[in-house]
């Protein structure tokens, strides 16, 4: 989850001057006589102050008279926004300006997720865990597939909704959707990958994800909603691995921005091309991933059709039949009817979800047969 206080502390600026709602110690003496006379060096005061981790900071700056509301609203919010690990682990922030002429004095208040000791000890943690799970040699899709896999396993969507940052996903074990993109966001970074972490919606709820560059490639992906909840230990889910921006509108929303690079890459293709260089890995990603299920031979589009898999996966003795259906606005009374006289089996069990991979309203079905 997201701090919509954020948006608010700094678009309640009136007249130059905010006052916090939460209570604040005395501001340390760091008033530069001359002041700082341009946005850049007033940017770079804020992020030495954001990245020492400190709570309060007071600075002059001295520009247009015009613009100086301006210059200071949207000079803060360029720091804040200069890096996004940074960016999620600042719980609040704000300032207190007062204005003579064309200078300003402004009281600067933040409050963080995260400690800098926490922030430098995810760092370190990370280091470690990436130099016993990552190989020599490998692939950015490898790596990324491997550092996805352990952050499910190795952290649960903490339904208190408490804890935000990744210090408490490492520490903890349990944390929001936040602290997820800001693991992920650390990791890959680490590894060499190019990441962003985006800011949106999910399911009506506030949200945070990330962005990956793999080979050339833009490319969403969901560590939250790729972990089951309740946590299943050694369950993985894929439906947010690798979708295009198009895929993952189906219940994903979020404001255009140039900070996030267009995903319009099929990650299907992809693999289906390196596959074919023979590499197995390859392979059984398209697998994990449910790529198969695009293709006609897992794909059912009325109640006809489910009824006749369905037979047909009883008469060959199987125990399960996963397939893709088409009409997902219907999907549950269509499976009662399909499944209606079946018969040759002591009991059906079905479970259906929402499939990732296509732009329309389907449902990936999972039956279980008994006999």
């Known amino acids: 989850m997201i701090t919509a206080i954020k948006a608010w502390l700094v678009s309640s600026l009136l007249f130059g001057t905010l006052s916090l709602t939460t209570a604040c110690g005395p501001f340390p003496s760091m008033l530069a006589s001359a002041g700082v006379s341009s946005p850049a060096l007033l940017k770079q005061d804020i992020l030495t102050a954001l990245n020492e981790r400190q709570s309060s900071v007071q600075l002059r700056y001295t520009g247009k008279a015009s613009s100086l509301k301006t210059d200071i609203k949207n000079t803060l919010e360029a720091a804040i926004r200069a890096d996004d690990y940074l960016?999620?682990?600042?719980?609040?922030?704000?300032?207190?300006?007062?204005?003579?002429?064309?200078?300003?004095?402004?009281?600067?208040?933040?409050?963080?997720?995260?400690?800098?000791?926490?922030s430098n000890e995810v760092k370190a943690n990370v280091a470690r865990t990436l130099k016993r799970i990552l190989l020599p040699g490998m692939s950015d899709h490898?790596?990324?597939?491997?550092?996805?896999?352990?952050?499910?396993?190795?952290?649960?969507?903490?339904?208190?909704?408490?804890?935000?940052?990744?210090?408490?996903?490492?520490?903890?074990?349990?944390?929001?959707?936040q602290g997820y993109a800001l693991l992920t966001y650390e990791m890959m970074r680490q590894a060499g990958i190019p990441v962003k972490i985006v800011e949106g919606t999910s399911r009506g709820q506030a949200h945070t994800w990330n962005l990956v560059q793999i080979g050339?490639?833009?490319?969403?992906?969901?560590?939250?909603?790729?972990?089951?909840?309740?946590?299943?230990?050694?369950?993985?889910?894929?439906?947010?691995?690798?979708?295009?921006?198009?895929?993952?509108?189906?219940?994903?929303?979020?404001k255009p921005s140039a900070e996030y690079p267009l995903a319009v890459s099929d990650y299907g293709k992809v693999l289906t091309a390196l596959a074919a260089k023979g590499s197995d890995f390859y392979?059984?990603?398209?697998?994990?991933?449910?790529?198969?299920?695009?293709?006609?031979?897992?794909?059912?589009?009325?109640?006809?059709?489910?009824?006749?898999?369905?037979?047909?996966?009883v008469d060959a003795g199987e125990h399960e039949l996963v397939l893709r259906y088409t009409r997902g606005a219907t999907v549950k009374s269509d499976l009662q009817k399909a499944l209606n006289g079946q018969k040759g089996i002591?009991?059906?069990?079905?479970?259906?979800?929402?499939?990732?991979?296509?732009?329309s309203n389907d449902k990936l079905i999972r039956i279980k047969l008994k006999y």
């Open 283 to 313: 392979k059984k990603l398209y697998g994990q991933l449910g790529f198969v299920y695009l293709e006609d031979a897992y794909t059912v589009a009325d109640v006809d059709g489910l009824a006749k898999k369905i037979r047909a996966a």
């Open 216 to 254: 050339g490639k833009w490319y969403h992906i969901d560590t939250t909603w790729n972990d089951p909840v309740p946590d299943t230990a050694g369950k993985v889910y894929y439906n947010y691995y690798n979708l295009t921006d198009s895929q993952l509108r189906v219940d994903h929303k979020w």
């Open 87 to 118: 960016h999620y682990i600042v719980k609040t922030y704000g300032y207190k300006a007062t204005i003579r002429g064309n200078t300003a004095t402004i009281d600067f208040s933040f409050t963080y997720w995260e400690t800098l000791a926490q």
């Open 142 to 177: 490898q790596k990324e597939k491997v550092i996805h896999d352990w952050i499910v396993t190795n952290l649960s969507y903490d339904t208190r909704l408490i804890s935000h940052s990744a210090y408490d996903g490492l520490m903890e074990g349990s944390t929001v959707c």
């Open 346 to 359: 002591s009991g059906i069990s079905y479970t259906y979800e929402d499939y990732t991979r296509s732009i």
